[in-house]
């Protein structure tokens, strides 16, 4: 699906085609299907012929393990940031597997001609959802529209780190409630598998942005109000790397406290059944050295059976008694 938006004024107007008579696409905004591998390729190759765009580098996006990257098209003179965003605004966490697509590539484009492209997997419209907010604080030049839809991707990961956050204290507190019961539940080994792709995708970001802030930095020492979006930009992707790492090491506290309880849990179980083991040795015990034909105490009596069985029974009576004294019963 793509969306063509005209800079009017310091407006952006959507409209049909990339090229309207006096309206020229200052933004095109490509959104790619996760199930129609030809649509996508159709759309990718419509871009690259209206915004002379390398395919090569549109190409990349389609591949969802595409790793941040910067890079600078020298013949064509275009930028190309690639991002690590997430589908949604919104954490959706699965209790039951876990999904390798946790971030998705975002590929942002800044051409020659001052166009700007948006090509990515995003479900929801974060992108042009913004529209309305833009128009209000004015788009001077494409260059301010570019850092604001980089913007819209550090504060979906931003969303997104919050409600892991919401997550890891739910299980922290099923952890404390019922610390039993945790051995069923998977949600720290899925949370775990989730930050790691995260952090790894923060660090990828902050590395792209950084190179990106590099090859632009004559532009934005020219202009105050470039030169404080950026550093805004550079403390939100640095925000979310630091509280990122935070929760990765909530988590694998979390890891190890479930192994503790895991451990602990086995060992209560080969107590018990230790215990129980040597309370029932004791009757056998007896029972088998009277099984013996040798004389023994007791053999003569008409009642040696009934002390045999009662001393056996009051012993093992006796280790139960310890046991429960010392909780290992």
Known sequence: MIEYFALDGQSLTRIEAPDKGAMKAAWCDVRLSRTSKEENERDIGSIASSFNVNLDDLKDLLDITERPRYSYDVLLRNQFLLLRGTKAAQYEFSRTAFDISVTLPIGLFLTAADEVITVHYIESGEFTSIITRLNKKGIKQPIYLFLELIEVVFSMLDKNS??????????????????????????????????????????????????FISRNKAMFDQSPALSEKVDDLRADIEQVMQISSIYQEQVRNMLEQVTNISNNSLNRVLKTVGSISLIVSIPTLISSLYGMNLRLPGEGLDWGFFLVVGVSFAISAAIWLLFRKFKWL
């Open 162 to 211: 919050f409600d892991v956050a919401k997550q890891i204290n739910q299980v922290q507190a099923t952890i404390i409630k019922a610390p039993r019961e945790i051995e069923r539940v998977n949600e720290p080994f899925l949370l775990n598998s989730y930050l790691i792709y995260f952090t790894t995708a923060m660090h990828g970001n902050n590395n792209a942005f950084q190179s």
